[in-house]
């Protein structure tokens, strides 16, 4: 980097002790060098020196009494990145490894990842260091309103509109909107991810996964393949993984593995996906229990394991960093050609080398995952219109902004690399360019 080392610089000054934020500016600030040759107009305009820092960060107390009577006490947050071209939109994730360079590094990729779709929105991101796991459902809904009342005073329909993420699913979303409606007396599209019959959208459920398997159908039918018949590794066992499994099932993909935060299973014969589904949605057990179902198939503790099964496609789907440069090697090596990301920066920055060097074709988070928000915004504009769309109709327009995501990311990556498939270039270029025009455009306070 030449002309953003001091933006870079200046990062890891004012923002000690967050690595994975730094990570993730990193990776931005790398491809943007090309783009700001062409516009030093934005350089001049402080746009990188801007878009680095959050526009608002919110930490906040949330203490709640748990079964035992006990006063606990966890940390909330909101951090309200980019509003240059939409209202802030981002999840929320509960989980004890939540901090705020964790929730900044989220709100950072948000801001691109938003502008791909193509809707109006900004970028955020929040969440708490609350764990859910083993908490009844009454401790839930007392975090989760004691949660709200403080998030309500900084979130609207036309202001910041959270939704889920990691720990945060349709239990969550609807203690949260119960709270927020008692305390503001409105019913308005503050928040998506709702549950159908009370502002929720038909697809949002299946959306990031199915959005991720659109996205990769379009880069390998641009390299004459596809998933038909190949073998694919699925990370993780939650919203995106179990919905991602579904698609590439439907789309002849044969899915031999999945995992939770303990370990994973290996299914030679194809994962039953409706045996996942009953023991992640109904029972909320842990994917362990897998083997009740299916005699033939193997668990082996620890979660990283699940990178060294020989597949053609691994599709991350638990968690940031969960793929190292080692494990990028494994892959490599047992033949894998492709990865796409369901998981926000599951790969490190020294994995996607190797990819690179490896010529894989790489379909990076800002773009592969970005079908989950895309269908949060079709859910607001549904909310805003007071109409419901049918599943096939969010369906179709969720495949169509997977493919312009796709065409959007590959034609920025060959203008400016020459390389249509240097996805990570291009996903960076085309999200911030429009950010940037809108920043540019709306000027700076004299
Ligand atoms: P869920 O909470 O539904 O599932 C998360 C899954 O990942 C669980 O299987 C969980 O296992 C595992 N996991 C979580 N943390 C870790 C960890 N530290 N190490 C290993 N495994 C872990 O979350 P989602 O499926 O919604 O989210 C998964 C990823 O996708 C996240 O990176 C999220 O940011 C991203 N994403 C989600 C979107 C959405 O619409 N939901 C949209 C775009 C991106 P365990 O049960 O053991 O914790």
């Given at each position: 980097m030449k002309l953003l080392q001091s933006v870079y610089d200046s990062v890891l000054a004012r923002n000690p002790g967050q690595p994975e934020f730094h990570q993730a500016v990193y990776e931005v600030l790398e491809s943007l060098e090309p783009v700001v040759e062409k516009h030093p107009e934005w350089l001049k305009a402080g746009i990188l020196d801007r878009i680095v820092e959050p526009e608002r960060q919110i930490m906040f107390r949330v203490s709640w009494i748990d079964d035992q009577g006990n006063v606990q006490v966890n940390r909330g947050y909101r951090v309200q990145f980019n509003s240059a071209i939409g209202p802030y939109k981002g999840g929320l994730r509960f989980h004890p490894s939540v901090n705020l360079g964790i929730i900044k590094f989220l709100g950072f990729e948000q801001i691109f990842k938003n502008s791909l779709t193509t809707l109006p929105i900004g970028g955020g991101k929040g969440g708490s260091d609350?764990?859910?796991?083993?908490?009844s459902d009454r401790e839930i809904m007392a975090f989760c309103q004691s949660f709200m009342t403080e998030l309500s005073m900084h979130i609207?329909?036309?202001?910041d509109v959270p939704a889920g993420d990691i720990g945060v699913g349709a239990r969550e979303i609807g203690f949260l909107y119960g709270q927020y409606k008692r305390l503001r007396n409105e019913f308005t599209g503050?928040?998506?991810?709702?549950?159908l019959g009370w502002g929720g959208s038909l697809a949002r459920t299946e959306a990031t996964g199915y959005g991720l398997c659109y996205f990769m159908d379009n880069l390998l039918k641009a390299n004459?393949?596809?998933?038909?018949g190949k073998t694919v590794v699925i990370s993780g066992s939650g919203n995106v993984a179990i919905y991602a499994t579904e698609k590439a099932q439907q789309m002849g993909a044969k899915v031999v593995a999945l995992s939770d935060s303990n370990g994973y299973i290996y299914h030679a014969a194809g994962i039953d996906l409706a045996a996942v589904k009953e023991i992640k949605?109904?029972?909320?057990?842990?994917?362990?229990?897998?083997l009740n179902y299916h005699k033939d198939a193997e668990y082996h503790e620890?979660?990283?394991?699940?990178?060294?099964i020989k597949c053609d496609i691994a599709l991350p789907?638990?968690?940031?960093?969960?793929?190292d440069a080692e494990s990028a090697k494994t892959l490599i090596a047992n033949g894998c050609w492709a990865v796409g990301e369901?998981?926000?920066?599951?790969?490190?920055n020294e994995a996607i080398a190797q990819y690179q060097a490896a010529k894989l074709l790489f379909g990076p988070a800002k773009a592969a995952n970005a079908g989950g928000v895309a269908t949060s915004a079709l859910e607001m504009s549904q909310n805003s219109q007071r109409l419901e769309w049918t599943f096939e109709e969010v369906d179709a327009k969720l495949k169509g902004i997977m493919k312009s995501i796709y065409e959007s990311a590959s034609k920025a990556a060959q203008e400016y690399?020459?390389?249509?498939?240097?996805l990570v270039a291009g996903a960076n270029i085309a999200g911030f360019v429009k950010v940037a025009k809108a920043m540019y455009a709306q000027g700076v306070a004299y």
């Open positions: 609350f764990d859910p796991k083993g908490k609207g329909a036309d202001t503050v928040l998506t991810g709702k549950g004459g393949k596809s998933f038909d949605e109904v029972k909320r057990g842990r994917i362990k229990d897998y620890g979660c990283r394991g699940i990178w060294t789907c638990a968690t940031q960093n969960e793929i369901g998981a926000n920066m599951p790969s490190t690399t020459g390389d249509s498939n240097n």
